[in-house]
């Protein structure tokens, strides 16, 4: 059941993109096509589950157990820079076509704020639905639940911007300001689901 | 170009959030009020202003390679000096900000300056750059506040202007739409694109 709720609440209530901000510097970016999107998705998804793990194992084993959390900024942001690095040396020697697909997205990620923000946020104790200490668990469904309400936000506004493009938008409109709004709609939409979880 | 463009130019011609795009997720996420704008906004133009000089005096002791993380880690070791004196000294306002503040690591701006301007310039000029990017950002961020801020509680910097406000300006529907009509008024009135 908590495990329901952690992922209702991350991909529709608490949707990372639409009621959180973070990682919108992508989702302006790359929201042009629906392709281009799903692979975003995927490399968002990989590395953010990862990181997840990652930085939940250092943050209880090293920087709790040594009583230095002032360090977890530095120390969270140069994991994920290798991480990324990492993650993109072995895509491109285990499998090339996945490679060839998130390659040009993988650098991004770094300084995609939802990647962090999910780190910090689990270390912080912040999953809405968990009561008491997060476990291990909790932290990967967290990460995979959010990834997919970033997956879901960003398909669907790619799917709207696809459109907007043939239509006729006044000229101080075109682009980012009109992207901007139909965000602004589509998070209203999303506001619907308050109160459900 | 003289210092004078140099700083303006972060205020009006190249500011960062209405004509560059950069920054955008603190942008969205604390203008819930001009006050909290404002805030982030100073604490971001510090970081920026931090990183900027520091960069700018040690960039030729960098190798090329390892350039980014050497940025990363300066840009993070500034984030620690901010989180810790908010922390301190203004602990109701680093609980407004809360999550954003460590996340101005990764704000575009901050490491987009230090890569395309602080490490080819001078010490002088990249500090120039620096206030000047952070005045604009600072600016951007306190008029989407106090917008927001009016519009959703009737209230500008916490004194009242009228009864009662749309609520969902406050919440997050508002700080897209709010954000795309003032690009909107930047592109018309100031920065006119043809």
Not at chain 1, 151 to 176: S, W, Y
Not at chain 2, 127 to 133: E, N, S
């Amino acid at each position: 059941m908590e495990y329901i709720i952690i992922i209702i609440s991350a991909i529709f209530v608490n949707n990372i993109l639409l009621a959180k901000f973070l990682g919108v510097c992508p989702f302006i970016g790359v929201s042009n096509k629906v392709e281009t999107s799903i692979g975003m998705t995927g490399a968002v998804t990989f590395v953010m589950v990862i990181a997840t793990i990652v930085t939940y194992l250092i943050q209880k084993y090293v920087l709790e157990a040594f009583g230095i959390q002032f360090m977890r900024t530095i120390t969270f942001i140069i994991i994920i820079a290798s991480l990324v690095q990492m993650v993109e040396i072995m895509l491109k020697k285990i499998s090339p076509p996945l490679y060839q697909a998130l390659g040009i997205f993988l650098p991004l990620i770094t300084t995609n704020c939802a990647v962090l923000g999910v780190a910090i946020m689990v270390t912080d104790g912040q999953i809405p639905g968990v009561e008491g200490t997060i476990t291990l668990l909790h932290s990967v469904v967290f990460a995979i639940a959010n990834a997919v309400g970033f997956g879901l936000a960003l398909i669907v506004f790619a799917g709207l911007r696809e459109h907007v493009e043939l239509t006729n938008v006044p000229k101080a409109m075109k682009g980012v300001p009109i992207a901007f709004i139909i965000a602004g709609l589509l998070a209203m939409a999303f506001m619907g689901f308050t109160g459900i979880v | 170009m003289s210092q004078w463009k140099n700083f303006s130019k972060g205020i009006f011609k190249e500011n960062a959030v209405f004509v560059l795009f950069l920054g955008l997720c603190p942008t969205l996420g604390v203008t819930t009020s001009a006050l909290n704008g404002l805030g982030m906004g100073l604490a971001t133009t510090f970081v920026l202003l931090g990183s900027n000089m520091v960069v700018a005096l040690i960039k030729n002791f960098i190798p090329d390679k390892v350039r980014i993380p050497s940025f990363i880690v300066i840009i993070a070791s500034f984030v620690t000096i901010v989180e810790l004196t908010m922390q301190a000294y203004l602990p109701d306002l680093f609980k407004q900000l809360g999550l954003f503040i460590p996340l101005i690591v990764v704000n575009c701006l901050v490491l987009g300056r230090a890569e395309a301007f602080a490490s080819k310039n001078t010490f002088l000029s990249s500090f120039v750059d620096g206030l000047g990017m952070g005045i604009g950002f600072s600016l951007a961020l306190t008029v989407l506040g106090g917008v927001r801020e009016i519009l959703g509680s009737g209230q500008i910097f916490g004194l009242d202007l009228y009864e009662g406000g749309m609520i969902a300006f406050v919440l997050s529907p508002g700080a897209f739409i709010v954000l795309g009509y003032l690009i909107v008024l930047n592109n018309k009135l100031i920065n006119k694109k043809s």
